[in-house]
């Protein structure tokens, strides 16, 4: 009988230790990543199958983002976790252009140390060798290039602006700006329905190597006046090194800027924590991930353009990685 109760108080106390681990809801997060079909959306699919696999109870579902919409739904919490662009992520944080307000609730975990650059990618038989070429000659432009909210779409619209030309005033040239993601513009691009797309995104871009089988290429460098234009909306002097790409046998000057992982400071501490923790362990299998090679926490937590999730923070000061 004695043994019988010591049995039964065993077995009460190893429920009571086991239950509320096995039975704790999962934490289940919004993550805004890129375009479908570009490196974004693939790389943050990547990162969080190796985050589930390694971690307790998060449950993420990817959704599409963009550059510029990806501060602001985490700002407001309509997301949980997005990738953002550093200058844009510090703009938003700071209330600066483009943004109407301030976003004091955005928090940073790490950057992947990676690099995203403009892409002004031409058939190889337009005449087109500048964009001086386009706006001063009013060329009868037909490009490609993603929908607004999207850091590609910014860029291009600010070039416009250097230029002084509006949408209606490139379209009275007998030029036409169609809106689609990097999927539709290999087939625009294909099919000739334009001579050019203008993207921001990895070197290589998957979606121009996409379109080379089928057409060649060339690409326009922009001049100093668009760097030092640029330069002010916090993108950076950046060559695409020759031979990236099929034919391009020379360096294309271009401005370049870098993602940023950030979240809501409202995610709980834990969550965070528990995602830094894998992040920074499972670095070797995150750097296996397209475009993710320069993948280092040490580096990535370094001049971060907002502050850093306490949850984020509380693991790196435990891994030696934060004073």
């Known amino acids: 009988m004695k043994k019988l109760k010591t049995l039964i108080l065993f077995t009460l106390c190893a429920v009571f230790l086991v239950v509320p681990v096995s039975g704790q809801a999962d934490q289940k997060l919004t993550v805004a990543s890129g375009i479908i079909g570009g490196g974004w959306y693939s790389s943050m699919a990547g990162i969080f ?50 943004f109407p307000a301030e976003f004091k609730n955005l928090r940073c975990i790490m950057k992947p140390n990676d690099v995203f650059t403009l892409h002004s990618v031409f058939q190889a038989d337009s005449p087109i060798n500048s964009w001086d070429d386009v706006f001063e000659k009013k060329y009868p432009l037909k490009l490609g290039v993603v929908p607004d909210g999207i850091s590609d779409a910014f860029a291009f619209k600010k070039l ?19 809106r689609a993601g990097y999927p539709d513009q290999i087939e625009l691009m294909k099919d000739r329905h334009v001579e050019a797309v203008f993207e921001n995104t990895f070197v290589p871009a998957n979606p121009v190597m996409q379109i080379q089988p089928f057409r060649k290429l060339k690409f326009i460098s922009f001049e100093q006046k668009h760097i030092d234009y640029f330069a002010k ?34 995610v709980p501490d834990d969550v965070v924590y528990q995602i ?48």
């Open 160 to 178: 416009m602006d250097f230029y002084g030309v509006d949408f209606k005033t490139l379209e009275s040239w007998g030029g036409k700006i169609m």
């Open 49 to 98: 199958e190796i985050i589930h696999a390694n971690s307790s109870g998060i449950k993420a579902r990817i959704v599409p983002g963009g550059g510029m919409s990806n501060q602001p739904r985490v700002g407001t919490h309509e997301v949980d976790m997005a990738w953002g662009i550093t200058p844009f992520v510090k703009a938003a944080y700071t209330g600066k252009a483009p």
């Open 276 to 323: 830094t923790k894998v992040l920074v362990e499972k670095s070797a299998e995150i750097q296996k991930i397209a475009n993710m090679q320069h993948w280092d926490p040490r580096k990535g937590i370094q001049d971060l353009p907002a502050p850093l999730h306490p949850g984020a923070a509380k693991y790196l000061k435990e891994a030696g990685l934060l004073d």
């Open 233 to 266: 909306l916090g993108f950076q002097d950046y060559q695409i090194p020759a031979n990236s790409y099929e034919n391009q046998t020379d360096s294309v000057r271009s401005v370049a800027s870098g993602s940023v992982m950030i979240v809501n400071v409202n």
